[in-house]
Structures are given as C-alpha cells and as structure tokens.
C-alpha cells in the first residue's frame, strides 16, 4: 500500500510538473514572460509542493510592487527591490519583473560560474581577445600574455568591474565568450532566473542580453551563498598580482566602486552593507545591488536599477534601507 501510494504521489508530482512545463512554454511561445514568482504564488497550485520540493522555500517571493511604509518610491528608476533573507520576504517590489538592461551587474553570474566550475588557484593566460574593449570600458588593465590567478581575476572583475577580467575568465571556464555565455544562461534557467538572456560576460549593452531586477536578486543569492566572494564583496581595495608575457610582474590595485564600500557615502545608522556590485551604461542607467545586514546580522538583498545619476542612487538607497532593514 505504502508503494502504491509513493507511486501515485510521484505520477502527480510529474502531472503537475508537466502542465507547468506546457504553460511555460505555450507563454513563452506568445511573447509573454513567466517568473517562477507568478507560479509560487498562484493558488492553483500545490504552493507546499513547490516550497518543499522545488528551491523557492528558501526564496523572497512576490509578483505585485510591494510598498514600504516611510520610503517614497522613485518614478524614474527602472526597478527597485529589498528583500529579508531571514524572513524570505519582499519587503519593497517596483517592477522587479521587468526586464531591463543589467550592465556590469552581469559580473555576478559571471563570479558565480568561476566559483562554482573553478579553481581559484588556476593561472588564466590573458588572451588578445580579453583586452580589446573601447578606451572607456571598466578595465582591469590586463595585457595579452600576461599570467593571473582566477582569484585575482574575480577580485578584479567584482571591485573595479574589469570588463577584461570577465572575457579572461569566461575563455578559462568555457574557451570561448559565446560557449560562457551558454552556460551562463543554463545557471540563471536553474536559479529560477527565468526572465533573463545572457550574452557576455561583462554586460556591456546588448539588446538581447537582459535581466530583471528580481532575477538579479535570485543570482545574487546564490552568489553570496560563497563565503569568498562575500570576503571580495567585503573589500575595500585589492593588490593584484600580474606575471606579464616577459616575466615582469606589476601589482595593480583594484577599488571598490560602489559608493558605501569605497568609503565615498555612509551607510544609514544601524546598517552595515556588507559589499555589493554596480553598473552603468547609457541604456541600463546607474545601477547597484548591495548585501546589507541589521545589527543583529541578519542578511537582505537591495537593488536599485535605472537611477539617473549616482547622487540620487545612492541617496535613495539608503532611504530605501533606512526603511526597510529593521
């Protein structure tokens, strides 16, 4: 009997999952995105099924803007979202599903891989691909030959956001950009990031590389699940260490380049932002998602997307904190 019932409890496990499946795909077939967050929260069906047996127990999850008592939200951001890891709740939604440009956000994903299919130990060759970016492009400033250790590089892609760094590790990892930017997509579809399209490894515009705010916190979570990335994410700077083609060696300093991290703005009394990643370009706007914490450390995810300059993103982002992190 106990048999009998464990197969008819698998037979609807599977039914459930494939009319999942169908609805996914006749939506996407239509133009119309679907979020794991959608399905979570639709009543239709078995929610104990998916918190338990799924990953979205673990998980903020929301399909509505949310408002935040004492936070008066911003109409021209993109986005915006805080999210209570200890309590697994969006406390603040603006449009977190909608698809937008991430900039060198994308360096999370990116340092996600490297973590997770990596040795940090590894020595990268830089390649002449890896160098050739526009003369106002985020830099590590690496060379062509030049030896770096995969530790270095993730310190250089995630504080001074080296669109360089990031082509060096997604040719270590993958061989090439487009065979990392596969593999990229396949992480976001298995983090439940079902809004996003990956390209590069940087986020340098493309119109079919995109994310979603929400999306980006999905990513960020399992990220910061790294202890070491946390420790980069902690810093203030970082010395590198570059043999270059001829056997010289140079020792590069890389700085943080969020605001609360570089020391430019402090952070709202009672609330330690443990690090976090920026990103800018003309069509993503200014965007920053940090690792905040209360004084009794517990953990929330913040982002801000789209913001017109970094003087009202950051001073908004902290009265985003100052309203949320209790």
């Given at each position: 009997m106990k048999c009998i019932n464990r197969?008819?409890?698998a037979i609807?496990?599977?039914c459930i999952l494939g009319s999942v499946c169908v609805l996914m795909t006749g939506c996407e077939a239509e133009g119309i995105p679907i979020s794991y967050a959608?399905?979570?929260?639709n009543t239709a069906y078995n929610q104990e099924l998916y918190?338990?047996?799924l990953f979205s127990e673990n998980l903020c999850v929301t399909s509505q803007n949310i408002e935040l008592p004492g936070y008066i939200s911003e109409p021209s951001f993109h986005a915006a979202g805080l999210f209570d890891l200890t309590q697994q709740r969006v406390l603040y939604a603006d449009h977190i599903h909608d698809r937008l440009y991430p900039?060198?956000?994308?360096?999370?994903?990116?340092?996600?891989i490297a973590f997770k299919y990596a040795n940090m130990d590894d020595i990268v060759t830089i390649s002449e691909n890896a160098t050739i970016f526009e003369a106002d492009a985020s830099r590590c400033w690496l060379q062509p030959g030049d030896q770096v250790s995969l530790y270095d590089l993730v310190c250089g892609l995630t504080l001074a956001s080296g669109n360089d760094a990031g082509v060096a590790i997604a040719e270590h990892i993958s061989g090439s950009v487009e065979a990392f930017a596969e593999k990229m997509n396949e992480e976001a579809q298995a983090l439940g990031a079902t809004n996003s399209h990956f390209i590069n490894p940087h986020g340098l515009?493309?119109?079919?590389?995109?994310?979603?705010?929400y999306d980006l916190y999905l990513i960020f979570n399992a990220a910061v699940q790294e202890p070491r990335y946390v420790d980069i994410l902690s810093m203030k700077n970082y010395t590198g260490t570059i043999t270059g083609a001829d056997g010289s060696v140079r020792h590069p300093e890389w700085a943080a380049t969020n605001y609360y991290s570089a020391g430019v703005i402090a952070p709202p009394e009672g609330i330690r932002v443990l690090g976090g990643k920026t990103g800018t370009t003309d069509q993503a706007g200014n965007c920053v998602i940090l690792y905040d914490e209360n004084l009794a450390g517990n953990p929330?995810?913040?982002v801000i997307m789209g913001a017109a300059d970094k003087t009202i993103l950051y001073d908004k982002m902290s009265q985003l904190l100052a309203a949320g992190v209790q």
């Open positions: 197969l008819k409890r609807s496990i599977i959608s399905i979570y929260e918190r338990g047996e900039a060198s956000t994308t360096k999370i994903l990116t340092a996600y515009h493309d119109d079919n590389h995109y994310t979603t705010a929330y995810i913040s």
